[in-house]
């Protein structure tokens, strides 16, 4: 895993296409900003698992 130190306002590029930029820190929660193409898929990690778990129990 890379870790990387941001402060708000400041960004992280993922590829060309992908941005995601610190927004806001209070406490300890950060709110990011994400700038992707749409044919990219952005969810929270929970909800990525959901339809992970989803798709796995659909019949063939």
């Known amino acids: 895993m890379l870790v990387l ?3 708000k306002d400041e960004s ?3 590829g060309d296409d992908v941005e ?3 927004v806001d820190v ?3 929660k ?3 900003g994400i700038t ?4 990219i898929p952005v969810h929270r990690r ?3 698992d959901a339809i992970q778990r989803e798709k796995s129990q ?3």
């Open 26 to 28: 209070r406490g300890d």
């Open 12 to 14: 992280i590029m993922i």
């Open 58 to 60: 659909k019949p063939a």
């Open 5 to 7: 130190s941001r402060q």
């Open 20 to 22: 995601i930029t610190i």
């Open 46 to 48: 929970e909800v990525y």
């Open 30 to 32: 950060v709110r990011l």
């Open 36 to 39: 992707a193409p749409k044919s």
